[in-house]
């Protein structure tokens, strides 16, 4: 809460974001919003940060949702120890109208890893009756700081 919205009452409570929620025909179902937790990688260490996404439903119905998080393929950071894998896919289940979820991906570093700024690209999905049928996602993207 901000120091003008406690002045003017426009403090954003549940039904606040319930009133944001648009129909099926909106263009974007989700509000996505990301962090990390510490806010950077070390470099020359073997370390990792958790990059925690949010994913709030807009929808007027309940939605099945998943996150893929994808770094550059020429960049010493993954999602295991070994920085082999650099995507990856996390399920968050059923989303009811104005439900948000926040899911948790650990990026690695190794002993190899230079300081750095690496772009990170996010994509939520919405599906339809299971994971294989998309009916609609949001991309976004944010970058990750090694020093």
Known sequence: MGILDS???????????????SDSTSIAPFRVSMSFTPLRLSAMQ???????????NLMREKKLVSV??????????GFDRTCLNKSVEKKAG???PGESAE???PIWATNQTK??????????FAHYQDY??????????T???IV
């Open 68 to 77: 893929d998080v994808a770094v550059p393929k020429n960049t010493l950071i």
């Open 115 to 124: 300081s750095d700024e690496i772009p990170i690209e996010v994509t939520a």
């Open 7 to 21: 002045f003017l009452n426009e403090s954003k409570t549940d039904e606040g974001v319930l009133s944001d929620i």
């Open 94 to 96: 059923e989303l009811s």
């Open 46 to 56: 073997a370390n990792k940060v958790d990059l925690i996404v949010k994913v709030t």
């Open 143 to 145: 970058t990750l700081r």
């Open 103 to 105: 899911i948790a991906v």
């Open 132 to 141: 294989n049928k998309v009916l609609a996602s949001v991309r976004k993207r």
